[in-house]
């Protein structure tokens, strides 16, 4: 099982852009979506989950960033809007899979997201 996201560029401050993560390979259900970046010299932080139930938001970003999934597609977006500096970072998909070979929690390979001011 592979995730491979796109979207990541330089946006100036103010703007919007969308992230998008999908996922290949023998895939039976994916049960957990998250967004999660890394500005340079922090932790990685959780940006934003969803579930088949629910929603989640950084403190940080809510009333800005939208997660929503496209489950034909194995597909989760992160829509940004009012982008600020502090949104800089790479931001990386993650999910928790019941695949073929068993349960997995799978990393996508990250995409640089930078905010100009």
């Known amino acids: 099982v592979q995730l491979v996201e796109s979207g990541g560029v330089l946006v100036q401050a103010g703007g919007s852009l969308r992230l998008s993560c999908a996922a290949s390979?023998?895939?039976?259900?994916?049960?957990?979506m998250g967004w999660y970046r890394q500005a340079p010299g922090k932790q990685r932080e959780l940006v934003a989950a969803?579930?088949?139930?629910?929603?989640d938001y950084a403190d940080s970003v809510k009333g800005r960033f939208t997660i929503s999934r496209d489950n034909a597609k194995n597909t989760v977006y992160l829509q940004m809007n009012s982008l600020k500096p502090e949104d800089t970072g790479v931001y990386y998909c993650?999910?928790?899979?019941?695949?073929?070979?068993?349960?997995?929690?799978?990393w996508g390979q990250g995409t640089l997201v930078t905010v100009s001011s």
């Open positions: 969803i579930t088949s139930g629910s929603t």
């Open positions: 390979g023998s895939i039976f259900s994916i049960y957990y």
């Open positions: 993650n999910f928790n899979i019941r695949a073929g070979i068993g349960y997995l929690d799978v």
